[in-house]
């Protein structure tokens, strides 16, 4: 915990980038019958019925003390998924960078032995060199800032039934690509100072003697 709070706690830099990733499902699901659209004093109606069209996921990356964020929208979340996500990371969307300081959880998927499974050993190893990997503990994802741009992703523009991962990659891109320009920073309070005041039961006692 101390360790992500520590790369929240540094400035701004853009040769060394504070990125969180974190990745989320949205289910597809068709509808049976056309929804009633709203009328004066009615709201819009949807039959109770469903059709189930498997999932998506969006891989989200987001840079807080700049404002920025990229969803990378996939059929499935495999090792393979994760890696060329990464690789999109290093080389499209920071090609400048001297290294990226990358906040994710531990998900198996989440690891230099996926990039290792998806590219050739120098591949896999350049990537790996252009990455600072800082792990948030088990249990523990409210300390990934990208947790928090999922939220409002799902608020703003995922929040109803979508039945093609088409539209969603459509409608994923417009929402970026609409934040990005308004450059919406997180701001974190929560330092180690404040974790060490608000969670010391949480702590390891030490008893001299």
Partial sequence: MEDVLSVYELPYDPAFPQVCMDEASKQLIGEVAPPTAADVGQHRREDYEYVRN???NQFMFCEPLRGWRHV??????TMQDWAWAIQQLVDVHYPEAEKIRLVLDNLNTHTGASLYATFEPAEAKRILDRLEIHYTP??????????IEIGIMNRQCLNRRIDDIGVVTKEVAAWESQRNESEAKIHWT???EAARRKMKKTYPSIHDG
């Fill in 54 to 56: 498997g999932t998506s």
């Fill in 72 to 77: 990378e929208v996939t059929d499935r979340r």
């Fill in 138 to 147: 088990k249990h523990a994802s409210w300390l990934n800032m990208a947790e």
């Fill in 190 to 192: 929560f330092t180690v």
